[in-house]
């Protein structure tokens, strides 16, 4: 018998007057549909379980506290040391996920389907510009009939929040221009397996454009405790909520949070340089003057001399050579970038593990 829950999102109604489950009515309804624990010793069996994230929406870092981010860490790790372990067929068991993409991928199509399959499930692909065609709350309580949850990786973090305001069913951002958790929870477990379980107080330096990256790494890390510097030109920090939510995060986790124009400020002794495109899907009008604009924020051999001498290269991918890192600092023997790659698998196993 699970113990009854408290509510911590008031229900709501969409645009039509679909009313949305409140957060427990969602999580009662996913276990309806869980298959029973196995009987034996299986160390990943307690997930079935574990109904603090059940029937959630994972919509940002932002949502997310300390205690279930460090939840999703501790499962993906179990699940990846357990990957053989054939009671990951039963964590989505006869289940089905719509796979909704405004963007091309390659790490978030294959890792999710991948996922799926792993944990007994199945996983639907489906491209489009979500509400062109039909609105997107149509789309949503469509799929809220046939499926049993939805990823989406879109453009304006807005038809997120309209998918999840339509749909019983979980909502899961595989990205859209405000965050990019399921990447962000991919780092951390990252982090923790090079630099161990306890991450509190490690630098992390995030050189670059100010993105949906810098903005989830920004307040994951600020969350569990570790110092957080970013280097952007003016103009280019992310936006004011998610830059408070993070000073508020770092005050209440004794993080420190620096913002800044100067790469070198932010690399001199960090334990891990993080860096992304300076052109992201969307933005490819922009390219002439955005490579003008961060030219100085490449991450090179001589900007890796100021961090400690061994300290992590990060990059989500795909990189440009030559662009936002030098050839020589990614394929080098302090990039974990395919590592990172991996763990999108395992912390995205570790998400659907959870909520479905």
């Not at 996920?97 to 389907?113: C, D, G, I, Q, Y």
């Not at 124009?261 to 992201?280: L, Q």
């Amino acid at each position: 018998m699970f113990p009854k829950l408290v509510d911590n999102q008031a229900s709501a109604s969409g645009k039509d007057g679909n009313k949305k489950l409140s957060i427990s009515e969602k999580i009662m309804g996913a276990l309806a549909q869980r298959m029973a624990p196995p009987k034996g010793q299986s160390e990943i069996a307690y997930i079935l379980e574990e109904d603090t994230l059940r029937g959630r929406d994972i919509l940002g870092i932002e949502e997310l506290s300390k205690e279930e981010l460090n939840l999703i860490l501790d499962v993906a790790l179990k699940l990846k040391a357990n990957k053989f372990d054939e009671t990951q067929t039963l964590f989505a068991k006869g289940q089905t996920l719509a796979m909704l993409f405004e963007k091309p991928s390659l790490r978030t199509r294959v890792t999710f389907e991948a996922g799926m399959t792993q944990l007994g499930g199945n996983g639907i692909y489906l491209e489009s510009k979500l509400g062109k065609r039909e609105p997107v709350s149509d789309v949503a309580m469509n799929l809220d009939r046939w499926l049993d949850g939805i990823m989406a990786r879109v453009f304006d973090h807005e038809t997120l929040k309209e998918l999840a305001d339509n749909a019983k069913i979980p909502v899961i951002n595989g990205l859209s221009d405000r965050e990019h958790p399921c990447q962000a929870l991919a780092d951390y477990m990252t982090i923790v397996e090079h630099k161990g379980k306890d991450p509190k107080g490690l630098k992390i330096s995030y050189v670059g454009d100010g993105n949906n990256v810098a903005a989830s790494l920004m307040l994951l890390a600020t969350k569990v405790g570790m110092d957080f510097y970013l280097a952007t030109p003016e103009g280019y920090i992310p936006p004011n909520d998610i830059m408070k939510a993070a000073k508020q995060g770092a005050k209440e986790n004794g993080s420190v949070l620096f913002v800044g124009e100067s790469p070198e400020e932010a690399a001199r002794d960090a334990d891990v340089i993080y860096t992304d495109t300076w052109v992201s899907m969307g933005q490819e009008d922009e390219y002439s003057r955005r490579i003008m604009i961060f030219k100085e924020y490449q991450v090179d051999e001589k900007l890796m001399s100021l961090a400690k001498k061994d300290a992590l290269v990060m990059h989500c991918l795909p990189a440009h050579r030559g662009e936002e890192v030098t050839a020589e600092v990614l394929d080098g023997p302090q990039s974990v970038i395919y590592d990172q790659a991996e763990n999108r698998l395992h912390a995205q196993k570790a998400i659907l593990s959870l909520v479905l």
